[in-house]
């Protein structure tokens, strides 16, 4: 290829999807709809199948059972294009660190297939985007985290993917390079890509997502429009008022008046929060051992 | 508990998590103690020398000397045809051969012990091997000698050799010489002499019957075409581009901890081409370093290619493959970058010991010299001999180029697959 084909608009439909290591099932026939040009937070403990589903999506594992296209290409049928289409940013920063920025840039680009005049236009573009481009020739392992970081992503779309996946791209920088991938993302997202992201945290799927799924133990429980699913449980939490109490009025004796008065109530308003529905659906519990290696999510 | 004592129990458990590399500790320096002392330690089976002997003498002396260079244990005897003896010595497939021409039963009669005249026969060596014939000529001086000398023990034969000593004495002889000789042939009438009454002649002393004169046999010109350098100079870079290729196979193993490799497996690369492209360029970082290294070898210390040319970039390329190939095998092997790390240096090192990259064969016992004909270290400093200071023709490099490529084809094979199965 001569340079990066991108075809806006392909969405990512996994149907009744079952991955099984050994005796245990990662997955169990999952079935997600994520819509043409959607940027779409994917949500899950450790353990939950997030990895396992990302990875069959980018053809890097075979499926037990089930069906996952990617706009109308089918994985399993055709891995391969699949791959060109899809920009997979990876938790890990797996980039060379002893090759400079440039030759990082320059052997992904090769990679995908870039060649001729576009290889050096999309290595430019990937040097603006991870705003590197006085660093082109550092070497990767002089870099901060947070410039790491950035060029993860940079390396990961230079094909101009239609369909991206981001699997916790924030893990571990600054506020600002936090900051630029959030910016980076939407705009991505406003050129007609579709985004799927994963994270551990909350307001960042609050942040830029419209739409959510939340899974567990290799099952969606969950997926709407983020809207929605606040307001659903905005709605099982009951309504919230902010009450403003004199001085020398405690919350103590706030409570004690409404409960006498046969009205339970919490003193303090809280609106509800995408971490607040998130836990009451997953539980408390911590999930660190729960699944194998092989299907472990980061 | 000290800080000091937390650290130290931390390290010991880090340690011995890895059990494989822990076994490793121990196992390589028993293993390669093991080799070492079995190269220089005595022992009661003496490293025996092959020797290849043609003789066109059918005397019963000559017979019974090839009988007793047979019967010590020293030597192994091997009867062959002089052109055989020279083309197997000139190819590197025997050390020594010993060429007893006609007339050598002649020479070995009991009275040439004492007249001085010695018959030249020649030992052919591998120049490559000088320390070995050097070996070889003594040993064959010591049973040389011993059988002429045991003749002496026969009043019978000892006589008879006086009498024919006397006929060939020149008229000018020194008198006290002839006065020796005559008492000699009387000896008969007597007890059994002593051999070592033959000392006390007048003539110089005893003198061994046989000389054997070592000449070196190659086809580039005998020991004036060897160049010690071009051996040591095939050994050490072999063994260092195996040690290159453990240091491929820990970086492989660190891109599959690190990432990279599912990075690089996304952009629709196979498991099989990213492992042939890690193969490959080592591959071509080794014909690198081969190049390099005969370059200095070549400008610096005089090293030749007097084989064909052809025959030795066949014999780099194929073992620049075959580096490639070992550094997928020891990946496929060792699960860590520390499993690698422990494994490598013992496969490398026995390889190249039992290979005689290291050590010349010949101090090696029978069973591991006959083991080393399997090994790609053997055909790797094999075929660069050849086609180097041996200057042998391009069938010579041939086999060593085939086995070669079938141990890089091999490695590649069962690396990849073991690899595939842990990623």
Request: with cysteine; proline share 5%.
């Amino acid at each position: 290829m001569d340079g990066p084909t991108r075809s806006n608009g392909g969405g990512v439909s996994i149907r009744g999807l079952s991955v099984r290591f050994a005796e245990l099932w990662a997955v169990r026939e999952l079935s997600l709809e994520v819509p043409p040009g959607c940027l779409f937070g994917l949500l899950g403990p450790n353990g939950a199948g997030k990895t396992t589903t990302l990875s069959a999506t980018a053809g890097l594992l075979e499926p037990s059972a089930g069906q996952i296209l990617v706009g109308d290409v089918d994985v399993t049928q055709e891995p391969e294009r699949v791959q060109r289409m899809l920009g997979v940013v990876p938790q890990s920063l797996a980039l060379y660190p002893t090759l400079t920025v440039l030759d990082n840039l320059q052997l992904f680009a090769g990679l995908f297939g870039v060649r001729g005049a576009a290889m050096h236009e999309r290595v430019e573009w990937g040097l603006r985007l991870a705003q590197l481009e006085n660093k082109g020739r550092a070497r990767v392992s002089t870099l901060s985290g947070g410039m790491k970081r950035r060029l993860n992503l940079s390396c990961a779309l230079l094909h101009d993917p239609s369909v991206i996946i981001c699997d916790e791209p924030t893990t571990g920088v600054d506020p600002q390079s936090r900051n630029h991938i959030f910016d980076t993302i939407r705009s991505l997202h406003a050129e007609g890509r579709t985004v799927v992201y994963t994270t551990h945290y909350m307001e960042e799927v609050e942040a830029l997502c419209q739409r959510v799924a939340i899974m567990d133990h290799g099952k969606v429980l969950v997926e709407d429009e983020l809207e929605a699913l606040l307001a659903k449980a905005g709605g099982a939490a009951g309504t919230a008022f902010r009450v403003e109490l004199d001085a020398e009025r405690s919350a103590g004796e706030l409570m004690e008046r409404l409960r006498d008065a046969g009205l339970p109530a919490r003193v303090q308003a809280e609106r509800a929060n995408l971490e607040r529905v998130f836990l009451d659906l997953t539980g408390r519990a911590l999930r660190d051992s729960e699944a194998p290696s092989a299907a472990e999510d980061a | 508990m000290s800080s000091l004592v937390w650290l130290v129990r931390k390290d010991l458990k880090v340690f011995f998590a890895d059990r494989q590399g822990a076994l490793m500790t121990v196992l390589v320096p028993v293993v390669l103690a093991s080799l070492l002392g079995m190269l220089f330690a005595p022992r009661a089976s003496a490293s025996v020398l092959h020797l290849l002997v043609v003789s066109s003498d059918a005397e019963p002396l000559v017979t019974k000397l090839v009988t007793a260079i047979d019967a010590s244990e020293n030597f192994e005897v091997e009867r062959v045809s002089e052109a055989v003896a020279r083309e197997r010595v000139a190819k590197g497939r025997a050390s020594l051969a010993l060429i007893l021409p006609p007339g050598t039963a002649e020479s070995l009669r009991p009275e040439n012990l004492f007249q001085g005249e010695r018959r030249r026969v020649e030992l052919l060596y591998d120049p490559s091997n000088e320390i070995e014939a050097n070996m070889a000529r003594g040993l064959l001086i010591q049973v040389s000698m011993q059988e002429t000398m045991a003749s002496l023990a026969d009043p019978q034969a000892m006589a008879t050799s006086f009498e024919s000593w006397e006929r060939r004495l020149a008229p000018d002889t020194d008198p006290a010489l002839r006065e020796f000789v005559r008492a000699g042939r009387g000896l008969k009438e007597r007890a059994k002499p002593e051999p070592s009454a033959g000392k006390a002649s007048a003539g110089g002393g005893l003198s061994p019957p046989l000389e054997f004169e070592k000449v070196a046999v190659a086809a580039s010109g005998g020991a004036r075409g060897y160049n010690s350098y071009a051996h040591n100079f095939a050994g050490m870079l072999l063994m260092f581009l195996l040690f290159a290729a453990q240091s491929r196979a820990k970086a492989l193993i660190g891109e599959r901890e690190a990432g990279t490799l599912v990075r690089l497996r996304l952009t629709g690369a196979s498991h099989t081409r990213i492992l042939l492209g890690v193969g490959a360029s080592t591959a071509l970082i080794a014909l690198l370093a081969s190049t390099l290294v005969y370059a200095v070898g070549m400008l610096v210390f005089g090293i030749r290619i007097q084989g064909p040319l052809a025959g030795f970039v066949g014999v780099v390329l194929a073992q620049a493959l075959f580096v490639g190939g070992f550094a997928l095998l020891l990946a496929g092997l060792g699960r860590t970058e520390e499993q690698v790390g422990a494994i490598g240096p013992l496969v490398v090192l026995v390889m190249c010991f039992a290979g005689g990259a290291m050590f010349p064969s010949f101090m090696m016992p029978s069973w591991l010299r006959t083991l080393s004909l399997v090994l790609p270290t053997y055909w790797a400093t094999d075929g660069l001999a050849a086609m180097t200071w041996r200057g042998l023709g391009l069938s010579s490099a041939a086999l060593p180029i085939a086995f070669l490529l079938a141990w890089a084809s091999l490695s590649a094979i069962i690396g990849i697959r073991r690899f595939r199965s842990r990623a």
